[in-house]
């Protein structure tokens, strides 16, 4: 007999947690009607019940007790919002145990830990899902596993973070520097008080690992992923890049070639005619490439109340229906069978072969340029255009060079070089660029 009541735990009731409870509450008859389903937020655990949230619950509903829906046998999925890897591990895994299937959008807790709650999910066989944990609610988790999974990826790319694009954005659209816009950001509530995690790359890297790992079939040491903020990103360099017919990007960068794989974040000059130069504001947008399905962008909200719990909720019901119908684990946690994950190399980021964007400020001096080229020469480095404005300070001139593709090692041992040299001023700046997507 198929079960036609589903009992659902939610863990956290802060700003994700809230819009899940309004989707239970809201769109009930809907979640009825597509699955055939009556879903049921039985219990919520959080620190504080006693802060309104501008939802109504039953009495009984909430708790400050996490066990009351870990063990309550009556809940068959748990839901957790709550952030971080502790305790939320420890709570994910006391779930599982207790026969719990897992949905959650933590991503940095699947990042750095996924594969112990993959273990356990599997001795418990039970379903683990976390389509918000990348990308809000655009649903690529479900792309990659369902819809395009006939396909062998080459590429995954995306703008993930909308902190940065934001910042970005207005950078780029009113020729700020970086620490008023940020302090905008957070005026406006897209900036964390501690933005941190999101201005030094963190959050897109913990994206970009779980993306790469399900394109690729492959596990990931987060601790191993190249990344790098937007922190020295300047109004300068974004003006010159608009010369040049770019747009600077945060951009998550997963490939797999010759059977080695690239994981990194970094600040991206890419061509304002590529679609993903498009990609402002607050929006996220990831680019996917398959060997039969050839380019496609996902593309929307990346993050707030009601688009992750959209994707929550999405999860929510996937696994309503796997329960009705006995199927748990009908769709592999990370896209591949788990004895089908194989440990393909990183290419260290010093391997790495890129174009280069570099702007050095230099004493303004006859010489200077000859000097910097010959060093470029000597380590295999080659130029493919120069701006050197005819307006600058007195004592100082920026001389902008665009390079040819070169490996990063050759690239960071030539900037220590020059470095050294007493007519340099200021630390070079060093931006990567991508012409070709594919």
Do not use: W
Request: one cysteine or more; charged letters at 20%; a negative charge.
């Amino acid at each position: 007999m198929l079960k036609t009541q589903i009992n659902v735990g939610l863990l956290g009731l802060g700003t994700i947690g809230t819009g899940v409870v309004k989707v239970f509450q809201q769109n009930a008859d809907i979640v009825r009607q597509r699955t055939g389903i009556e879903m049921r937020l039985t219990r919520i655990a959080d620190l504080d019940t006693k802060t309104d949230r501008g939802v109504s619950l039953p009495d009984g509903v909430l708790t400050n007790d996490a066990d009351a829906v870990l063990t309550d046998p009556n809940i068959d999925i748990v839901i957790e919002l709550i952030g971080g890897y502790k305790p939320a591990l420890q709570f994910i895994l006391k779930a599982i145990e207790n026969g719990k299937h897992i949905v959650t959008a933590n991503k940095a807790l699947m990042a750095v830990h996924g594969q112990e709650i993959i273990a356990a999910a599997g001795r418990a066989k039970v379903d683990v899902m976390f389509e918000a944990a990348v990308g809000g609610g655009i649903p690529v988790i479900s792309a990659i596993n369902e819809n395009l999974c006939a396909n062998r990826f080459s590429t995954v790319l995306g703008i993930l973070n909308g902190t940065c694009n934001f910042i970005l954005t207005k950078m780029t659209d009113e020729g700020s520097d970086f620490v008023p816009v940020l302090a905008e950001a957070q005026r406006l509530g897209y900036a964390e008080a501690d933005p941190t995690f999101d201005i030094e790359g963190v959050d897109t890297a913990h994206k970009i690992t779980l993306l790469s790992e399900l394109c690729f079939g492959t596990r990931i040491d987060f601790d191993q992923v190249y990344t790098e903020g937007i922190t020295k990103i300047s109004a300068v360099d974004i003006d010159f890049a608009t010369q040049m017919g770019y747009k600077i990007k945060l951009l998550a960068i997963g490939k797999l070639s010759d059977g080695v794989v690239e994981v990194r974040v970094h600040p991206t000059m890419i061509p304002v005619s590529f679609q993903l130069a498009d990609v402002d504001g607050v929006f996220n947008a990831v680019r996917l490439s398959g060997d039969f399905l050839g380019p496609v962008m996902l593309y929307g909200s990346g993050a707030g109340m009601n688009a992750t719990a959209s994707a929550v909720m999405g999860n929510v019901m996937s696994i309503g229906r796997n329960i009705c119908h006995g199927s748990a684990g009908r769709t592999p946690i990370m896209g591949y069978c788990q004895d089908q994950i194989i440990d393909l190399p990183l290419r260290p980021m010093s391997e790495i072969i890129s174009r280069f964007y570099l702007r050095f400020t230099t004493l303004d001096q006859t010489g200077v340029l000859a000097k910097i080229s010959t060093i470029l020469g000597q380590h295999d480095i080659s130029i493919q255009s120069m701006i050197q404005p005819e307006s600058h300070a007195a004592d100082s001139v920026p001389i902008v060079l665009m390079t040819h593709e070169a490996r990063e090692v050759d690239i960071v041992n030539a900037l220590e070089e020059i470095g050294r040299l007493d007519i340099i001023q200021q630390p070079t700046r060093l931006i990567r660029v991508v012409d070709d997507l594919d």
